[in-house]
């Protein structure tokens, strides 16, 4: 993941595209309450080198 003032870019592997897939589809999951969030790291479940990426659920939006 690499990005600018404007934009970010998420690049994966199909792999990587599943993963992030089903995160997102876990936050969408009903017993969740609004602010549940995950924490994606580089080096840890992110590539080395790869920006802090935050997943959040706001039901005000």
Do not use: C, F, V
């Not at 990005?3 to 992030?20: F, K």
């Not at 969030?37 to 935050?54: P, Q, R």
Request: glycine residues 12%; hydrophobic residues 40%.
């Amino acid at each position: 993941m690499y990005g600018s003032a404007t934009e970010i870019t998420i690049a994966a592997n199909a792999a990587g595209l599943r993963e992030l897939a089903e995160r997102l589809h876990g936050l969408a999951e009903p017993h969740l309450r609004d602010g549940y969030h995950e924490h994606l790291e580089g080096g840890i479940n992110l590539e080395d080198g790869s920006i802090s990426l935050i997943l959040t659920r706001d039901e005000t939006l």
